[in-house]
């Protein structure tokens, strides 16, 4: 069973080394990889009424994944925690 730790602290070291990942030859396919599952769930969304309520759930939770992906890239300032860079939550996978 599982059971909810708190996860380790997430620092601007962490989001920096995140971002260089994320613009490394791995990164950018991952990211390419990632735009194509979200453009495939809103189009499975747009196409399937019989299961709107399914794939709604799917592509909602499959965005907030990407949105958290480009949260922890964020680099934030102290002690406002003001965000610098990008702040759509796709924006991250539509730079290249």
């Given at each position: 069973?599982?059971?909810?730790a708190?996860?380790?602290?997430?620092?601007?070291?962490?989001?920096?080394?995140l971002?260089?990942?994320?613009?490394?030859?791995?990164?950018?396919?991952?990211?390419?990889?990632?735009?194509?599952?979200?453009?495939?769930?809103?189009?499975?969304?747009?196409?399937?009424?019989?299961?709107?309520?399914?794939?709604?759930?799917?592509?909602?939770?499959?965005?907030?994944?990407?949105?958290?992906?480009?949260?922890?890239?964020?680099?934030?300032?102290?002690?406002?925690?003001?965000?610098v860079?990008?702040?759509?939550?796709?924006?991250?996978?539509?730079s290249?």
């Amino acid at each position: 069973m599982l059971q909810w730790a708190d996860p380790p602290e997430w620092s601007n070291g962490h989001a920096g080394q995140l971002q260089t990942f994320m613009s490394g030859e791995v990164g950018v396919t991952l990211r390419y990889h990632l735009r194509s599952l979200h453009i495939q769930n809103c189009d499975r969304l747009i196409s399937s009424p019989a299961d709107l309520a399914y794939h709604a759930g799917h592509a909602a939770g499959f965005k907030s994944a990407l949105a958290t992906l480009d949260g922890m890239a964020s680099i934030r300032s102290q002690p406002e925690e003001e965000v610098v860079g990008v702040t759509d939550d796709l924006e991250w996978m539509r730079s290249a």
